[in-house]
């Protein structure tokens, strides 16, 4: 726990990821407060607050204070507010928006900081979210995988998550109105496995099971019992948190350090959140496929 905190009292969730902040006001935050928060990301990858009360306008508000916006190309936008994203889910429709782990954006050149989740209305029980920590996971590898990894690339592509392929049929009939635009899903890009976060300096695995398609220069044969052994050593147990919602409560994840997944166990009920997402920073070597 470190000691250097003066305006937030942070509770860890788990030794790998995630931090609950208690004792601010999202809505009127003192620059310290501000740059204590940032740390608290950095060190913990995702972070949560309860019971805040968020406009629209407040919620954008504290979402810049981390970077630019970036207009989601595929989510429902919050009517009247189209920088902020719907991730909705009523009690009659069976898929919800997240359910396998992802880290978002990998399929961006320039793959999107984070986003500032805000929940508007959660089940009572399940709706919970996981996340994992990849810089927990790359270093819990044996020096021999991280020598084999250093020099390896992964593709990632959002074509056959949000485009107009046979693939996404079923989920468009499901999803329904909840994903648009599918002929925007054009985005491929090439990034290293192992990411050296360009803010804490930690590396990190960073392929995951939605986006990335295969290992540059391998088949995607080849390269799917190789990705399953890595996603499956970052799911464990001891690389996640669960955050379990509340009314109110908003987190604030960071894409190159964490993977997160919507678990969907709440059928029967709505649950509302609306998310900001933020501008990334430019990775070490981005390339365009
Ligand atoms: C998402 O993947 O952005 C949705 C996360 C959630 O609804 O908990």
Redesign the pocket.
């Known amino acids: 726990m470190p000691l250097d905190f003066n305006t937030l009292t942070i509770s860890p969730l788990s030794h790998a990821v995630g931090a609950e902040i208690e004792g601010v006001c999202l809505a009127e935050l003192s620059d310290e407060q501000f740059r204590e928060i940032r740390k608290a990301s950095e060190l913990y990858g995702v972070i949560f607050f309860r019971d805040q009360e968020l406009s629209p306008e407040q919620h954008l508000a504290f979402a810049r204070r981390w970077g630019k916006i970036n207009i989601n190309r595929f989510f429902t936008p919050v009517d009247g507010y189209p920088e902020i994203a719907e991730?909705r889910k009523e009690p009659e429709q069976k898929m919800n928006?997240?359910n396998l782990w992802h880290t978002?954006h990998s399929y961006d050149v320039i793959p999107a900081f984070g986003?500032v989740?805000y929940a508007k209305e959660v089940p009572d029980i399940g709706g919970d979210?996981l996340f994992a920590g990849v810089a927990a996971a790359y270093d819990s590898l044996s020096d021999g995988l991280k020598t084999t990894l250093a020099p390896l690339r992964a593709a990632h592509s959002s074509r056959h998550i949000f485009g107009s392929n046979k693939s996404r049929v079923s989920q468009v009939e499901e999803l329904g109105a909840r994903i648009l635009n599918p002929e925007l899903a054009t985005q491929d890009a090439i990034h290293p496995i192992v990411l050296t976060h360009p803010l804490s300096g930690r590396k990190g695995l960073y392929v995951n099971p939605q986006f990335t398609t295969h290992i540059d220069g391998w088949t995607a044969d080849e390269s799917e019992p190789f990705l399953s052994m890595l996603y499956d050593h970052i799911m464990l147990q001891e690389h996640v948190c669960r955050f379990r919602w509340s009314k109110g409560a908003v987190a604030v994840w960071d894409n190159l350090a964490t993977w997160?997944q919507?678990v969907n166990d709440y059928h029967g009920s709505r649950r509302l959140?609306h998310?900001v997402t933020i501008e990334g920073i430019a990775l070490s070597r981005p390339q365009a496929l």
């Open positions: 991730v928006i997240g978002d986003s989740l979210t997160h919507a959140m998310r």
